[in-house]
């Protein structure tokens, strides 16, 4: 047969089919995946309407007046809507204290947005029985009455706090009083229910990943954010616009926090802090104290990461002691050599400057005893032999003492494009790439520091011809490494080599939907752009010819990636924390910035 028509779905493709709909009455209703059911007129195929469902339905079928829905965990079974009218108005003939009947009024007058009798309805329903779940629709009906006005409906919070016994329910209710006190210019009652939602969500409140309601706020359609940074952000405005006064005790209480966060000294404590209070004035030295307590636990990565965003503070004392630490941190860690270019700094840069525990840069680098293998390195740096050039050639097999150069001479290598690089890492690092993915990592010297064999099941899904296209970015002794579809997070700092154990996430740069068929293997194209200051460089393209995807280099704030049309930020060390995503991004824009601003072209 032949087309008859074709259905849009809004917000595809992030929103798409969960299940296979049924027919019924003239029209189609389509389960989606964003917990909505689509109803669609079968003879033209028009849109009708998008109403909620309680969850992600699966394949539906109507039986009778009842619709079951089959998912991957559960079976449940619903009526269809004016079916359901006809049993809760014959049943309230009956009986009119019938609870089920009034809970489920109560839905139908929700739907037919007469949101003041539906809470009469649910509230008797409540009191004849406290069934859970007509409990659940009253909290979330009074919660919904609150946020949308809030100077109206300001009364029903004493209600709906008292119903409340779920955890998710009660960041809901503490989210919304705090935005509607704020609104209503109650700025130092709306700190107050702010406090108490951290005091709530604790030292962390774990993994997140978008859609999960539990974890991340939602400010915009566009837009989803984890509570501790919307948190943040609504601390740091509320502050900003509050009177004098307000701001005065705002300005204490967090400042008296940092200064317990820092006498705890727990990196708990000091994570918390800086998960909500990262814009006070005094985040800097609690950073220095969590970069300090993370060195001396052996997390050296974090601890540079975090070193790394402070080298360039305007306060001198924060980027001398941020310098020293670092020095000292990459000192433990084997790399000598970029540990005494630090140490140089400190004489020279911060000779005069308090770099912690009221010793200038010129007394932290006296301290350095004569022997020490820093203090060896200043006094002789290794450096490119001049003058004149002998060669040898090995041409004996058997000669174990012929020079290895990290590959078989037979085999071609391309040098990675390192578009960015921070922190302590030596001048002159090169990455380069062989034909068998392997990734090895030089000095400016060309000694090799490590190599990596970038295999596993997710690498070998999307496939590169050309490894001219590989780009990286480097914060500190993390390397960042795009090659085609797959995004690779390197640890380059361990001097002990343990191969795979250095890839620490990959990222699947491909779309969800090609990503979810394993069968398709996608090509990234290489594709030749000019530079508007002269040369030209390669990048990986699709089959369109845009950027497959862009990124920033990693800071202790996080990592900036554009996948598809989605830009979103997670952690540097586990890619599955994720602090935000916005939609609606342009495909192929290129994505850079630091560890405040971020920029699209």
């Known amino acids: 047969g032949e087309e008859a028509w074709v259905a849009l779905i809004p917000d595809a493709p992030k929103t798409m089919p969960s299940g296979r709909g049924y027919a019924s009455g003239g029209k189609y209703f389509l389960p989606l ?28 079928i109507c039986y009778r007046d009842t619709v079951i829905s089959q998912g ?14 006809r049993v809760v108005e014959k049943a309230l003939k009956e009986d009119p204290d019938d609870a089920w009947a009034l809970a489920r009024q ?72 705090a935005v509607g006190l704020d609104e209503i210019g109650q700025h130092q009652a709306s700190f107050e229910f ?47 616009s509050a009177p004098a006064n307000v701001q005065r005790e705002i300005l204490a209480d967090t400042t008296a926090r940092a200064d317990d966060a820092i006498s705890d000294g727990s990196a708990g404590k000091l994570r918390q802090f800086l998960d909500y209070f990262s814009w006070h004035a005094n985040a800097a030295q609690v950073r220095l104290a969590l970069a300090e307590k993370l060195w001396h636990d052996g997390n050296f990565l974090e601890a540079e990461l975090i070193l790394t965003d402070l080298l360039d503070d305007p306060t001198p004392e924060i980027a001398g002691q941020s310098t020293a630490q670092l020095a000292r941190l990459l000192n433990d860690a084997g790399h000598i050599e970029e540990a005494a270019t630090l140490y140089e700094r400190l004489g020279t840069h911060f000779a005069r400057i308090d770099c912690g525990d009221g010793k200038t840069g010129t007394e932290v680098v006296a301290e350095l005893a004569e022997e020490s293998l820093p203090a060896k390195a200043l006094r002789n740096p290794i450096q490119w032999d001049n003058g004149r050039v002998g060669v040898t050639h090995h041409n004996d097999p058997d000669d174990h003492d012929a020079i290895k150069l990290g590959y078989s001479s037979y085999q071609r290598v391309y040098p990675s494009l390192i578009d960015r690089t921070r922190g302590g890492v030596a001048d002159g690092t ?10 090895i990592v030089r000095d400016g010297l060309g000694r090799q520091n490590i190599s990596v064999q970038l295999n596993g099941s997710r690498t070998s899904q999307y496939y590169t011809a050309n490894y001219t296209t590989t780009h990286a970015k480097l914060s500190g002794h993390l390397a960042l490494v795009a090659l085609g579809y797959e995004l690779f997070a390197i640890d380059t700092l361990r001097t002990t080599d343990r191969g795979e154990q250095r890839v620490l996430w990959t990222k699947n740069l491909a779309s969800p939907v090609v990503s979810s068929n394993r069968t398709t293997r996608q090509h990234a194209v290489p594709k030749l752009r000019g530079n508007p ?57 290129e994505v850079f910035g630091d560890e405040e601003v971020v920029f699209l072209i």
Request: proline letters at 3%; hydrophobic letters at 40%.
């Open 430 to 439: 090169r990455i380069v790439l062989d034909r068998r993915r392997r990734l």
């Open 533 to 589: 200051w002269g040369g030209h460089q390669y990048y990986a393209g699709d089959a369109k010819g845009k950027l497959i995807a862009g990124f920033a280099a990693a800071t202790s704030q996080g990592v900036v990636c554009r996948i598809q049309d989605q830009l979103l930020c997670f952690d540097p060390l586990r890619d599955d924390v994720v602090y935000w995503t916005r939609d609606g991004i342009e495909e192929g824009s």
């Open 106 to 177: 109560g839905e139908l007058l929700l739907r037919e947005g007469k949101r003041p009798e539906a809470l009469a309805s649910l509230r008797k329903s409540f009191q004849l029985d406290a069934d859970d779940g007509t409990k659940d629709l009253l909290v979330n009906t009074l919660l919904a009455a609150i946020e949308d006005d809030f100077a109206a409906n300001r009364q029903l919070a004493v209600e709906v706090e008292a119903l409340i016994d779920r955890p998710d329910q009660r960041i809901a209710f503490l989210r919304r009083m």
């Open 194 to 240: 702010f406090l108490k939602m951290i005091d709530d969500l604790g030292e962390g409140s774990g993994s997140a990943v978008p859609g999960d309601a539990s974890a991340m706020q939602q400010p915009t359609d566009e837009l989803q954010v984890r509570n501790e940074r919307w948190i943040s952000g609504r601390i740091l405005e509320l502050t900003r």
């Open 72 to 85: 991957t965990t559960d079976l449940a079974s619903f009526y269809q809507r004016e079916a359901l009218g």
């Open 33 to 60: 995946t964003s917990s909505e059911l689509a109803t669609i007129d079968l003879a033209g195929g028009k849109l009708l309407e998008i109403s909620p469902t309680r969850g992600t339905l699966g394949n539906l």
